[in-house]
C-alpha cells in the first residue's frame, strides 16, 4: 500500500483557480469513485473538504470542487482566498476495507 | 454533533506500547459506525493506521482493519461503558513519533467526516 502522489506545492494569486492533483493506482484511486480532500491548516486537525470525488459536505464553499480521470483524482479551489492557505491531503478507499492518503500538498496564496 | 478527544501519555520508552483513547462526545459508539486512527509524523503527511467496526446489533462487532504496514503492531478496541475507544501500538521506535488523531470515518462512505484534535507522542528514551 503506497502513498498517493500529490505535488509539494501549489501557488496561486488571489482570486486565481489553482488544481492538486492526486495520482494513485487501478487499486485505489482508479478503481473506485471514493476519493476525498482534506484541509489542514497549522497545528489543527484535517477537515473534510470533498467526498466521493465530488462531494461536499454542508458548509464547504463551492469554490472547492474535485474530479477524476482514470488513476488522477483532482481538487480545484476557484476564486483563491488568503484562507485557503493550507496542506491539503488526498484519500482513496484502496480495496479490502483500507484506506491511504496521498503525501500531502502545501498551498500558498501569494 | 460528534466531538472527539484523544488523550495519554506524550512520551514513551522505545520498545514500550503507545496507549491512546478516544473520548466520543454526542454520538454513542455503540451505533454502527467505524472508528479511526489516522497519525501524522512531525512536518509530514498523514498516515492511515486503521479503524474498528462497532454495532451492538451485527455479528460483525469488533471487526478491525489495519494499514498492513503496522498491522502486526497494532490492536483497536472499544470500550462502550465509557463511549470511547482506544489504540496500542506496540514495540515502538523514534519512527512511530507524531499527532495521533481519532475520527469517525462515515458509516455510509470512505472518508473521515469527524477528528479529534490530535494529540503528539514521541517516543524517547
Known amino acids: 500500500q503506497s502513498a498517493l502522489t500529490q505535488p509539494a506545492s501549489v501557488s496561486g494569486s488571489p482570486g486565481q483557480s489553482i488544481t492538486i492533483s492526486c495520482t494513485g493506482t487501478?487499486?485505489?484511486?482508479?478503481?473506485?469513485?471514493?476519493v476525498s480532500w482534506y484541509q489542514q491548516h497549522p497545528g489543527k486537525a484535517p477537515q473534510l473538504m470533498i467526498y466521493e470525488v465530488t462531494k461536499r459536505p454542508s458548509g464547504v464553499s463551492n469554490r472547492f470542487s474535485g474530479s477524476k480521470s482514470a488513476n488522477t483524482a483532482s481538487l480545484t479551489i476557484s476564486g483563491l482566498q488568503a484562507e485557503d492557505e493550507a496542506d491539503y491531503y488526498c484519500?482513496?478507499?484502496?480495496?479490502?476495507?483500507?484506506?491511504?492518503f496521498g503525501g500531502g500538498t502545501k498551498l500558498t496564496v501569494l | 454533533q460528534v466531538q472527539l478527544q484523544e488523550s495519554g501519555p506524550g512520551l514513551v520508552k522505545p520498545s514500550d506500547t503507545l496507549s491512546l483513547t478516544c473520548g466520543v462526545s454526542?454520538?454513542?459508539?455503540?451505533?454502527?459506525?467505524?472508528w479511526g486512527w489516522i497519525r501524522q509524523p512531525p512536518g509530514k503527511g498523514l498516515e492511515w493506521i486503521g479503524y474498528?467496526?462497532?454495532?451492538?446489533?451485527?455479528?460483525?462487532?469488533?471487526?478491525?482493519y489495519y494499514n498492513p504496514s503496522l498491522k502486526s503492531r497494532v490492536t483497536m478496541s472499544v470500550d462502550t461503558s465509557k463511549n470511547q475507544f482506544s489504540l496500542k501500538l506496540s514495540s515502538v521506535t523514534a519512527m512511530d513519533t507524531a499527532v495521533y488523531y481519532c475520527?469517525?470515518?462515515?458509516?455510509?462512505?470512505?472518508?473521515?467526516?469527524?477528528w479529534g484534535q490530535g494529540t503528539l507522542v514521541t517516543v524517547s528514551s
Open positions: 474498528i467496526y462497532y454495532s451492538g446489533r451485527t455479528l460483525y462487532s469488533g471487526t478491525t
Open positions: 475520527a469517525r470515518k462515515d458509516p455510509s462512505g470512505w472518508y473521515f467526516d469527524y
Open positions: 454526542n454520538y454513542s459508539v455503540s451505533s454502527s459506525n467505524w
Open positions: 487501478s487499486s485505489d484511486v482508479g478503481g473506485h469513485d471514493l
Open positions: 484519500c482513496s478507499y484502496a480495496g479490502s476495507s483500507t484506506m491511504v
